[in-house]
């Protein structure tokens, strides 16, 4: 799960704020917006299709197959990381309503800024909620099932459970680099020209005036 084609585009803008680009500017932050939310909304739909996969798998696997104790428990623990997943990516992106396309500009980047916020925070602890409770299940499922496999010799046993221990290791080593670089190169640099432009706007008082302007 990552950002990757979102790319943030008015930073030359917020470097120098003058009251004849001031439109042009509101409709680029809104546009901007409006992009990167429906990119987090697609991700969160292809998340929420992949666990509809692995419930169905998996459940299947619990209700039908001759599982040991272990093993069910190990599935038991992924069947409820992966609702926990579904419920932390939406319950995110709904935490706070959106801010309103026609509300002041600085509203409106101030609400985005702390909607971004939460974004970075989400993919730099991807670990705690993502893939460490998947990886969790999985790696008590397969102790489960190579325990019951009596026909591995003892230190066999050990070497293969410490090779599918490293293996998951390195997937949950993968996809924390993975989303924190996400996180820097997309939500980051977003996060800092939204505040650079609430500074610039609170400082500026461009966006009263163009309030007022428009009451008027």
């Not at 039908?64 to 939406?90: C, D, N, Q, R, W």
């Not at 397969?142 to 325990?147: A, I, K, N, R, S």
């Not at 680099?177 to 500074?199: C, D, K, S």
Request: proline content about 3%; overall charge neutral.
């Amino acid at each position: 799960m990552n950002l990757d084609d979102f790319k943030s585009s008015w930073k030359q803008r917020t470097d120098e704020l003058a009251s004849d680009q001031f439109p042009t500017l509101t409709a680029d932050v809104f546009a901007r917006a409006a992009q990167l939310e429906a990119v987090i909304r697609r991700r969160d739909w292809v998340e929420a299709g992949a666990a509809a996969a692995v419930l169905i798998f998996f459940g299947l696997t619990l209700g039908l197959g001759a599982l040991p104790m272990v093993a069910k428990v190990g599935v038991v623990i992924i069947l409820l990381s992966t609702l926990e997943i579904v419920v932390v990516l939406f319950w995110t992106r709904h935490r706070d309503a959106r801010p309103r396309s026609d509300a002041p500009l600085l509203e409106f980047c101030t609400t985005e800024m702390r909607r971004v916020e939460r974004q970075i925070r989400l993919l730099r602890n991807v670990t705690w909620w993502y893939s460490g409770p998947i990886l969790l299940g999985a790696c008590v499922m397969t102790f489960g099932v190579l325990q019951s496999a009596s026909v591995l010799p003892g230190l066999m046993y050990y070497g293969f459970l410490s090779a599918f221990g490293a293996c998951f290791l390195v997937v949950a080593i993968i996809i924390h680099r993975m989303n924190a670089r996400a996180a820097q190169i997309t939500l980051v640099p977003m996060r800092e020209e939204l505040a650079q432009l609430v500074r610039s706007l609170s400082e500026t008082g461009l966006d009263s005036d163009a309030q007022r302007s428009t009451t008027s």
